[in-house]
Nanobody, 121 residues
Framework: QVQLVESGGGLVQAGGSLRLSCAAS????????MGWYRQAPGKQRELVAT???????NYADSVMVRFTISRDNAKNTVYLQMNSLNPEDTAVYYC???????????????WGQGTQVTVSS
């Protein structure tokens, strides 16, 4: 079984920065896709940023330039550096991986437990 463990959320003032991390643990062979999503109160979960293996990063328009997604394949970890935060960024942030547990096995999708980011004005 694979688990995704997130860290780095918290309370920050507008204009501040936070760095989120999400690490996969357990038996896995490769991680194809890593991404961050967020869900604000009363709203649907939305894509924040994605980083496939060997591919181009993708960002929501609302976070372009301010957020940077990166990955460390050796640590099975994805990061989200968030700068110039504003109150509209307040949400629970979830990481999402698509991975293979075996070399010839199917791909599975996993979600982290979520980490709260609160930006005060």
């Amino acid at each position: 079984q694979v688990q995704l463990v997130e860290s780095g959320g918290g309370l920050v003032q507008a204009g501040g920065s936070l760095r989120l991390s999400c690490a996969a643990s357990g038996s896995l062979f490769s991680i194809n896709f890593m991404g961050w999503y967020r869900q604000a109160p009363g709203k649907q979960r939305e894509l924040v940023a994605t980083i496939p293996s060997g591919g181009r990063t993708n960002y929501a328009d609302s976070v372009m330039v301010r957020f940077t997604i990166s990955r460390d394949n050796a640590k099975n970890t994805v990061y989200l550096q968030m700068n110039s935060l504003n109150p509209e960024d307040t949400a629970v942030y979830y990481c999402n991986f698509t991975l293979h547990q075996k070399v010839d096995g199917p791909a599975f999708n996993y979600w982290g437990q979520g980490t709260q980011v609160t930006v005060s004005s």
